[in-house]
């Protein structure tokens, strides 16, 4: 199919046949709509640049126009996602030199993002306010993803085998596909596939609560399921405790922040959360890794003065 492509054809054609060629049916949905949604910027950028025209001074100016709506990583990520396409076009003779080469990534300064989660305190007032009935329902889950840390997918595709309650441990290897037509899917990353340790308390809760359910069929799809419908019921909680209203990806949050404020390394709490690398942990719990920093200096402030 590509090879019928010519030098003067248009890149943004090129492009969407390219990504038709090596994409479609290799990654998941949610990567590919990123592909589609690139090829959809090239389309508005470069409508008419030919194949052949594309040099090093014209990519890194769709490069510069691209950044002028976007972030820098944003950027960086679109950057990757041409980046494949443009390599194979220069094997195939259609580009002579590789205009990708010390490409300059620019983009608009990030707008500061502050985590909603809940102090150790709120999180109680709002656990032990859920209506934890003798049947699953969406307020089991909130308590599972409080105690665990889950991504909202990875903890609607939980079923009954993956907990081994005998060693107090819940396997995660698979997420649910809730924005498609629902089933199992991969998880996000390598990463994402872990080991976790729950506490004594959810493994008696949710040995009994499961007890009944097949091993292999997912513990909360009860047909079509949707994020907003669970966030709806957490707001409904989090405003009848009385606490500030989050989401369950801030769930997650909350989960993370509690463990770091406890003490435990970063290491184990990238592990943890399925993060492909401690520096996504780093960055995504930036504020709360200073402060644990400044009451660490206090500690050896007062250590050191008393020596004298």
């Known amino acids: 199919m590509l090879d019928e492509i010519k030098k003067n054809d248009l890149f943004c054609e090129y492009y969407a046949r390219w990504i038709a060629v090596y994409k479609q049916g290799a990654i998941r949905k949610v990567t590919m709509d990123k592909y589609l949604m690139t090829h959809q910027w090239v389309e508005k950028l470069v409508p008419n640049l030919q194949i052949c025209e594309m040099t090093r001074i014209a990519y890194q100016q769709l490069l510069n126009d691209y950044a002028l709506h976007h972030e820098r990583q944003t950027t960086m990520d679109f950057h990757h996602q041409l980046k494949g396409a443009i390599l194979d076009a220069v094997d195939e003779g259609l580009i002579s030199r590789d205009p990708t080469r010390k490409a300059i990534i620019k983009g608009k300064t990030p707008s500061l993002k502050k985590l909603k989660y809940l102090n150790q305190f709120e999180l109680h007032t709002l656990l032990t306010s859920l209506d934890l009935k003798g049947e699953v329902n969406w307020d089991w889950f909130i308590l599972l993803v409080a105690k665990t840390g889950m991504r909202f997918s990875e903890a609607v595709a939980l079923t009954p085998k993956d907990f081994d309650f005998a060693h107090q441990t819940l396997s995660i290897s698979k997420t649910w596909d ?10 996000k990353n390598k990463s994402s596939v872990r080991k976790i ?8 809760q949710f040995s009994e609560l499961v007890k009944n359910t097949p091993a292999d069929e997912p ?3 009860r047909g079509k399921v949707y994020n907003s ?25 909350t989960h ?9 390394s970063i290491a ?19 504020h709360i890794i200073q402060e644990l920093e400044n009451q660490d200096v206090d500690i050896v402030m007062r250590s050191l003065s008393g020596l004298s």
Not at 235 to 251: D, F, M, S, W, Y
Not at 268 to 286: I, P
């Open 178 to 187: 809730y924005k498609g037509a629902g089933g199992f899917q991969p998880t």
């Open 197 to 204: 340790q729950i506490d004594w308390q959810t493994v008696i």
């Open 219 to 221: 513990i909360f799809v």
């Open 256 to 264: 993370a922040s509690l463990l770091l404020f406890a003490g435990v």
């Open 268 to 286: 184990s709490v990238a592990r943890r959360l399925g993060h492909a690398s401690m520096t996504t942990t780093q960055k995504t719990y930036l």
């Open 229 to 253: 419908t669970v966030n709806d019921i957490l707001e409904r909680q989090c405003k009848r405790a009385n606490v500030p209203v989050i989401t369950v990806h801030g769930l997650r949050h």
